[in-house]
């Protein structure tokens, strides 16, 4: 079955950068486009990160633009967001999404 699995959430300070990854297995990775989104505590779930299945498409809602980086390496089944300029207002549990399918979630708490 298809397996979404995060990583590399944590506490960072503001201003501070961390590099999420989402390895994906029972798919053929590599015909999927591939996203984030993120769900703050009382908030409804949010889109972060779009990118295509060869990775030349990318979109990014204005909230992270400029700060957000979604990338993908399809020999490893793998996506990646590389979030810089942190601030405390992206604080949330960031999920990695393709289709109908969604992985566990991994924390990510930016302290002011």
């Known amino acids: 079955q298809v ?3 995060e990583s590399g959430g944590g506490l960072v300070q503001a201003g501070g950068s961390l590099r999420l990854s989402c390895a994906a297995s029972g798919l053929t990775f590599n015909t999927y486009a591939m996203a984030w989104f993120r769900q ?3 908030k409804e ?3 972060v990160a ?3 299945w060869s ?3 990318t979109n990014y809602p204005d909230s992270v633009k400029g700060r957000f980086t979604i990338s ?3 020999a490893k089944n793998t996506v990646y967001l590389q979030m810089n300029s942190l601030k405390p207002e992206d604080t949330a549990v960031y999920y990695c999404n393709t289709w109908a399918f969604w992985g566990q979630g991994t924390q990510v708490t930016v302290s002011s």
């Open 3 to 5: 397996q979404l699995v």
């Open 40 to 42: 703050a505590p009382g």
């Open 45 to 47: 779930r949010e889109f």
């Open 50 to 52: 779009r990118i295509s």
């Open 55 to 57: 990775g030349s498409s």
């Open 72 to 74: 993908r390496d399809n």
